[in-house]
C-alpha cells in the first residue's frame, strides 16, 4: 500500500507512486554510443505545491558493477491534471531541454511520454525527440527510454530496473510503539 502524504497537494495523487529515492541498474544501447551497463539513482519529491521535482544521475559500470564514469544527468518537474495528463519539463547535463506530455494509464501506476518539444544548446549532440514509459511494477519503478536523432530514427536506448531505497528513520520512528522492554513486540 502507497501511503499519500499529508502534505501532498491534491493534483499529485495519481504520481504518488513515484514519490522517494529509488536505485537500480539498467543498460543502455544507442548506434555510435559504446554500449554498456549503468547505475542509476532517482529521486522525486514534491514541497507541497502542484509538481514532483525530478532527478536522476546515471553512470556507467563495470563488470563488476562499480562505477567507472558519469553517464547522463537531469532534472525537471512532473505535473499531472485532472485528465491524468502528465507534462514534464526536463533539463539535461548534455545541454537538452524538453517538454515531454503524455497520459497516466487508466487503472495502473504506468505513464507513456512523447516530447512535444527540445531545444538544445551549441554543445549538446544531436536529438530530435523521444519516448519514456514508467511503469510502477511488484513496488519497483521501472521505465524504457526511446531516443531520435537526425540520423538515427526512433529507437529503445535506455531502460532500468530501480528498486525504492527505504530511508531507516522512516520506519524507526514506528519503534516508538514498540513496548519500553522492546521485547514484548516479538511474542
Known amino acids: 500500500m502507497i501511503e499519500i502524504p499529508s502534505d501532498l497537494h491534491p493534483d499529485l495523487v495519481p504520481l504518488v507512486f513515484l514519490l522517494g529515492n529509488w536505485e537500480g541498474a539498467g543498460v543502455f544501447d544507442f548506434p555510435g554510443d559504446e554500449k554498456a551497463n549503468f547505475g542509476q539513482e532517482v529521486t522525486f519529491t514534491h514541497d507541497g505545491r502542484d509538481f514532483l521535482e525530478y532527478v536522476s544521475h546515471t553512470w556507467v ?13 537531469e532534472s525537471g518537474y512532473w505535473r499531472v491534471d485532472k485528465d491524468r495528463k502528465v507534462e514534464v519539463v526536463m533539463i539535461r547535463d548534455q545541454g537538452v531541454v524538453e517538454v515531454w506530455y503524455g497520459e497516466l494509464a487508466d487503472q495502473k501506476p504506468q505513464i507513456d511520454l512523447v516530447t512535444d518539444a527540445v531545444a538544445r544548446t551549441a554543445a549538446s549532440g544531436p536529438y530530435t525527440g523521444g ?7 511488484k513496488s519497483d519503478l521501472m521505465w524504457v527510454g526511446e531516443k531520435a536523432t537526425p540520423d538515427v530514427e526512433l529507437r529503445p536506448y535506455m531502460s532500468a530496473h530501480l528498486k525504492k531505497v527505504v530511508d531507516p528513520s522512516e520506519w524507526a520512528k514506528d519503534l516508538k510503539d514498540l513496548p519500553d522492554d522492546g521485547i514484548a513486540f516479538f511474542k
Open 131 to 137: 519516448k519514456r514509459l514508467y511503469g510502477y511494477v
Open 61 to 73: 559500470l563495470d563488470n563488476e558493477g562499480k562505477k567507472v564514469r558519469p553517464l547522463e544527468s
